[in-house]
């Protein structure tokens, strides 16, 4: 199984150029059966990356274009009284996919954000008392503009803390923009990309990366690199134990990625700064990831 997961990154890195990091990383929040986060100015291949993606597993993909007057029955659908059967219907939202992006998630108001903390969770939308499975597997990847753009209602704790990781793509170099270019002489780059995984297959390898072991011993720095977010001067919320286990799981993907059975302190102190950030509130306008680097170099191995 785990030569599928090379055959699905080289499948995006033909779509996203010079961006091996993030996509591991989008790739680690899937496998982790988690959600990501792209928080980055617009035109630099947040949705490209999600719609490649969808592509690569042959999954159902759904995009919410999030504006102020979005509903949260826009995203999760409701229900339709039909008169010909005299009796209501579900009208399905497009919350019912594989591969759900929530475009420029900040521009929706906090009660359209909200609609999506159950099935981030839970994996099912509850209306009117029933609740209805999204299929699996079901990933989230929600962007966002920088917060001092206008018109934006930032996300709140709850919902961040849903998000395994957040993650930025960046500009790229010269070079990498001008292989870009270079591409775009033919059809679309995601009409050109063929899958290369199954969904089922998707699901087995979450469940492989579930098996990847993580020694005791990691186990406490994990533990002691999350306490220390709650007790440090700077932050004024720490990370919660939701943050605990995703760390936990995501070092486990990353892990199965890097071809090994079990996890490192380097694995670790890699997606710490991604996983951890976004779930800080810090004191007085502090850089999050600042203080997750500067955590990461107090707390030791024990």
């Not at 199984?1 to 010079?18: D, F, H, P, S, Y």
């Not at 990356?49 to 979005?70: M, V, W």
């Not at 001067?233 to 760390?247: K, W, Y």
Request: charged fraction near 25%; charge should be negative.
């Amino acid at each position: 199984m785990r030569e599928k997961i090379t055959v699905l990154k080289e499948n995006l890195a033909r779509a996203i150029v010079g961006k091996d990091d993030p996509i591991k990383l989008v790739i680690v929040a899937l496998l982790s059966e988690g959600h990501a986060l792209l928080e980055d100015v617009p035109g630099v291949g947040k949705t490209l990356l999600a719609k490649s993606l969808a592509k690569s597993i042959n999954g159902k993909f759904q995009r919410i274009q999030c504006t102020p007057d979005l509903l949260p029955s826009d995203v999760t659908g409701t229900n339709i009284w039909n008169p010909s059967t005299r009796e209501f219907e579900f009208l399905s939202g497009p919350a019912f996919a594989n591969i759900l992006l929530a475009d420029e998630i900040n521009r929706a108001t906090p009660r359209t954000q909200s609609a999506l903390l159950e099935v981030m969770e839970e994996k099912q939308i509850t209306i009117d008392g029933m609740a209805r499975n999204v299929p699996a597997p079901f990933f989230v990847i929600a962007t966002q503009n920088p917060v001092e753009y206008q018109g934006t209602f930032p996300l709140p704790e709850a919902q961040m803390d849903r998000f395994t990781l957040s993650l930025t793509l960046g500009y790229p170099s010269p070079e990498e923009e001008l292989l870009m270019l270079q591409k775009q002489i033919d059809r679309s780059l995601v009409q050109n990309l063929n899958p290369c995984i199954t969904l089922d297959e998707v699901l087995d390898l979450q469940k492989e990366c579930q098996k990847i072991k993580v020694a005791p011993e990691l186990q406490r720095y994990i533990v002691d690199l999350v306490n220390a977010s709650r007790e440090d001067e700077e932050i004024s919320l720490g990370v919660s134990p939701r943050g605990t286990v995703a760390l936990q799981k995501a070092t486990q993907a990353y892990a199965f990625l890097e071809n090994r059975d079990y996890a490192i302190p380097d694995d670790v102190k890699f997606l710490a700064p991604n996983v951890l950030s976004h779930r800080l509130i810090p004191r007085g306008g502090r850089n999050a990831r600042v203080i997750v680097d500067r955590l990461l170099r107090s707390v030791a191995l024990s």
